[in-house]
């Protein structure tokens, strides 16, 4: 649970700085700004915890580096719609992830689990912010927004299941 949340924090910091590539400085750079904050804070939690319990990082890091950044940018070049349809869609997956860890979690051999169900209820709200976020600010207009999205949700949850095993 610790390496795919890790990898996936580390993913949407790198989306997020694509981004800012585009848009750093501008209003709604500020916006991204923000959200790329709380992200840094839930990546910064998963080090320790991975630390803690001498949880390995995935072997795919150097990959979902290059592949967050690549489509950060990429969808910041089609436009801010086209950006926070990138942001709505991997929220989606991700709080959809954070939730049936949640889940799993709940379990009876998972009880003295605390601290990680609540960090991770804490983060999927978290997470479920930057998706309204991204909702209102036009991410629904995107060109071709059904498609980038489907396209991007896919991909998002490829990256999970590759990061839970090696
Ligand atoms: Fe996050
Ligand atoms: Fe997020």
Known sequence: MLRVDHA????????????LAVFGGTPVGD?????????????????????ERRVRPTAMLPVWNAAGYALGLGTALMGKEAAMACTVAVEE??????????????????????????????????????????????????PFYNALS???????????ATSERV
Do not use: P, W
Request: proline share 0%; hydrophobic share 35%; aromatic share 6%.
């Open 31 to 51: 916006v991204i700004h923000e959200m790329a904050e709380q992200e840094l804070k839930h990546l910064n939690a998963f080090d320790r915890l991975m630390q």
């Open 93 to 142: 997956v991700i709080a959809e992830h954070y939730n049936e860890q949640v889940k799993t979690l709940l379990g009876e051999e998972y009880k003295d689990e605390d601290e990680l169900r609540e960090t991770f209820r804490e983060f999927r709200d978290d997470e479920l912010e930057h998706k309204d976020t991204g909702i209102r600010h036009d991410a629904e207009s995107a």
């Open 8 to 19: 996936g924090e580390l993913g949407a910091r790198r989306i997020y700085a694509g981004q």
């Open 150 to 160: 489907a396209v991007i949700k896919a991909g998002c949850k490829i990256a999970i």
